[in-house]
């Protein structure tokens, strides 16, 4: 069984600031790890995916994830925060393979501070 | 490209009532998605369709739940009767399947049982 454990429901950062969002995951199988986006009334946008081609990935809006192993984890980063990347995100993992269901995390609201 | 359509946005009913939700994929899109998000909570899957056969339901209460893919396009979610823990935000997400998959959601359906 797969699980997601996001630290922090609300992360808060001033603009211009690195984000940190914190994501650990357990997996019996190999992962296939995500990371989503939502904003107010809208549907979930993916930001990356880790596929294991290499453990840092790159997503769009200049996020970008680190696969640990080691510590089970796939944190998001972005070295300056911006007003727009105020929103919910969450962390999912996927269970044998990127067309499987996800299981998500329960999302960390990232509030902006001008 | 057109994304994932769904309807109603909103929904308001009494417990024990009926309701049903309507999922378009994007055109093209084999495996399609349910996801139920509670207020506070990330998404958690309840049905995968592949074409118009089920992938996985474990997560779907049966009791009340039924869901249908009729040729494989559309998708209808049915909840029959509503309980008042049934309010959340019904998701649907559609993707051509394989490995590695990006999953593309709709803008969900919002569900109050009063």
């Known amino acids: 069984a797969q699980s997601v454990t996001q630290l922090g429901s609300h992360v808060s950062v001033s603009e211009g600031a690195l984000v940190l969002l914190r994501c650990n995951y357990s997996s019996s199988v190999p992962p296939y790890l995500f990371w989503y986006v939502q904003y107010p009334n809208q549907g979930l946008q993916l930001l990356l995916k880790?596929?294991?081609?290499?453990?840092l990935v790159k997503g769009i809006n200049g996020f970008e994830a680190e696969f640990k192993k080691s510590e089970t984890s796939f944190h998001l980063t972005k070295p300056s925060a911006h007003m727009s990347d105020a929103a919910e995100y969450f962390c999912?993992?996927?269970?044998?393979?990127?067309?499987?269901?996800?299981?998500f995390g329960k999302g960390t609201h990232l509030i902006i501070q001008p | 490209e057109a994304g994932v359509a769904q309807s109603p946005r909103y929904k308001i009913i009494e417990k024990r009532q009926s309701v049903a939700f309507w999922c378009n994929p994007i055109?093209?899109?084999?495996?399609l998605y349910w996801y139920q998000q509670i207020l506070g909570q990330g998404p958690k899957l309840l049905i995968q369709?592949?074409?118009?056969?089920?992938?996985?339901d474990s997560q779907l209460p049966k009791d009340r739940f039924s869901a249908e893919r009729l040729k494989g396009v559309d998708s209808t979610l049915k909840i029959q009767p509503a309980k008042l823990e049934d309010s959340a935000v019904y998701l649907c997400?559609?993707?051509?399947?394989?490995?590695?998959?990006?999953?593309?959601f709709g803008p969900g359906t919002r569900l109050t049982v009063l």
């Open positions: 999912a993992v996927s269970r044998g393979g990127g067309a499987d269901g996800l299981t």
């Open positions: 997400a559609t993707s051509t399947g394989g490995s590695y998959n990006e999953q593309f």
């Open positions: 880790y596929t294991s081609a290499a453990t």
């Open positions: 369709f592949q074409n118009n056969g089920v992938v996985d």
């Open positions: 055109s093209g899109h084999a495996t």
